[in-house]
C-alpha cells in the first residue's frame, strides 16, 4: 500500500548505467528529493551502489544527502552559488562571471565547478563569457566543468552534436574532469561520456533508458465500492454519466498527492487506468483533491488496493496521458503516501 521504492532496482539502474559509460565517473542526481522518492533513502542505497558523486539543484537540498552519504562524498549545487545561499561543503558549479566572482572572494581556496552553456540557454556561462575568465578559473583549479545537452532524449537530433563540438571547442586541452552527459547523453555513445556522467531519471526507472528496472510502485487503498445505476453520474461537474449499471471503486489519493487532475476521463472516455494486478479499472469522472473512481465492474473482487503506477503501467505511461514526461509525475507525488522501501 502506498509508494512502494524498490531498492535494488534503483541500484541496478544505477550500476547499469555506470557500465554503459565505463571510463567515466558516475554520478547521480538526487535533486527534488531524489526525483520524489526520498533524497535521504535514494542516496543512501545509491552511496552503497558505489556512487561516490552527487548532484543537487539548489544549496538547501545538500543537508539531507549529506548526512545520507557522509563526509566524504561530493555534492555538486546546479545552481551554483547564488547571492545569500552559501553552498558550504558542497561543491557550487559557478554558471556565471558574477558567481564565480562571488564565490572566489567568499570562499578562496574552497572546490568550486564551472559550468558552461554550449546552446541550451538555460544555465552556464556562454562561450563569451567563459573566455573572459578561463585563465583566472582554470589558475585556481575548478573541479569539475561541465555542460548539459537540450535534446539528448532524442539520439538523431543535430543539437546533440552541435552541443558536443561547442564543449570541446571551450574545453579540449584543459587539464580538468569534463561531464556533458545526463541518462540521455550516456545512452548517446562514449564521446559523450568525458570524465563523468550525471544520471537521474533512468536510475529511478524513466525513459530514456528503456531497459531500466521500474523502481516505483504507488497502491492506493479502496475505502469504498458502489453499484451506480444508468443514468446516475459520478464525481464533480457530473462528467461521466454511467450508461449501464457500473460497479465503482473510491480510492484514497488525489490531486494533492500529486495524480494530476489532467488525469481526469474526458467525459465519457477515459484517460488511464487503475490495476488490479494486469486488469485494468478505467478512471471515472474527475479526479479531486483526496479521492479517484474507477470503474471496477469488471473484477470478480475487488483487490484493497489499485495501482496507479506498477510494472504494468509505467511512470511514462502515466506521462504519457497527460502529455507530459515521467520527471514530473515522479516528481510531484507529494509527502503523503505511506512509502515502503523494498
Ligand atoms: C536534472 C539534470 C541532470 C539529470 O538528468 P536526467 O535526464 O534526469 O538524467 C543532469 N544534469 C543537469 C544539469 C540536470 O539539470
Known amino acids: 500500500m502506498g509508494l512502494r521504492i524498490d531498492l535494488a532496482a534503483l541500484q541496478a539502474n544505477y550500476r547499469a548505467l555506470a557500465q554503459r559509460a565505463p571510463s567515466a565517473r558516475a554520478a547521480a542526481v538526487v ?3 531524489g526525483y520524489g522518492l526520498g533524497a535521504d533513502v535514494v542516496a543512501s542505497a545509491l552511496a552503497a551502489a558505489g556512487a561516490r558523486d552527487f548532484f543537487v539543484a539548489l544549496t538547501r537540498e545538500v543537508a539531507p544527502v549529506r548526512a545520507a552519504v557522509g563526509g566524504d ?10 547571492a545569500g545561499s552559501d553552498p558550504g561543503d558542497a561543491i557550487p558549479m559557478l554558471n556565471s562571471a558574477e558567481q564565480f566572482f562571488r564565490d572566489r572572494a567568499m570562499r578562496p581556496g574552497r572546490p568550486f565547478g564551472i559550468q558552461l552553456d554550449t546552446g541550451m540557454n538555460r544555465l552556464g556561462m556562454e562561450p563569451g563569457e567563459w573566455a573572459a575568465i578561463r585563465d583566472e578559473a582554470l589558475s585556481q583549479r575548478p573541479v569539475l566543468v561541465m555542460s548539459h545537452l537540450a535534446c539528448a532524449d532524442e539520439p538523431d537530433h543535430p543539437m546533440n552534436r552541435r552541443q558536443l563540438t561547442a564543449f570541446r571547442e571551450m574545453t579540449d586541452g584543459i ?7 545526463a541518462t540521455g547523453g550516456i545512452l548517446l555513445g562514449p564521446e559523450y561520456h568525458f570524465e563523468m556522467t550525471r544520471a537521474g531519471i533512468g536510475i529511478y526507472g524513466g525513459l530514456p533508458f528503456a531497459d531500466a528496472r521500474p523502481v516505483v510502485r504507488l497502491s492506493l487503498p479502496v475505502i469504498q465500492t458502489r453499484e451506480v445505476l444508468e443514468g446516475e453520474s459520478v464525481g464533480y461537474g457530473n462528467t461521466w454519466t454511467a450508461t449501464k449499471t457500473t460497479r465503482v471503486a473510491t480510492v484514497a489519493a ?9 488525469l481526469s476521463s474526458d467525459g465519457q472516455a477515459a484517460r488511464i487506468d487503475l490495476l488490479a494486478g494486469t486488469q485494468r479499472c478505467p478512471v ?3 479526479v479531486s483533491m483526496d479521492l479517484i ?22 511512470v511514462d505511461d502515466v506521462a504519457a496521458a497527460i502529455n ?7 516528481t510531484s507525488l507529494g509527502g503523503r503516501y505511506p512509502r515502503e522501501i523494498v
Open 73 to 82: 562524498a561530493r555534492i555538486f549545487v546546479l545552481s551554483g552559488h547564488m
Open 293 to 314: 473512481t474507477a470503474d471496477v465492474s469488471g473484477l470478480e473482487e475487488v483487490p484493497e488496493a489499485l495501482d496507479l503506477i506498477s510494472p504494468v503501467q509505467t
Open 284 to 286: 471515472l469522472g474527475r
Open 254 to 262: 488525489g490531486y494533492a498527492d500529486g495524480i494530476h487532475r489532467a
Open 175 to 181: 587539464d580538468v574532469p569534463r561531464s556533458l552527459a
Open 324 to 330: 507530459t514526461i515521467g520527471y514530473e509525475i515522479l
Open 31 to 33: 535533486k527534488a528529493n
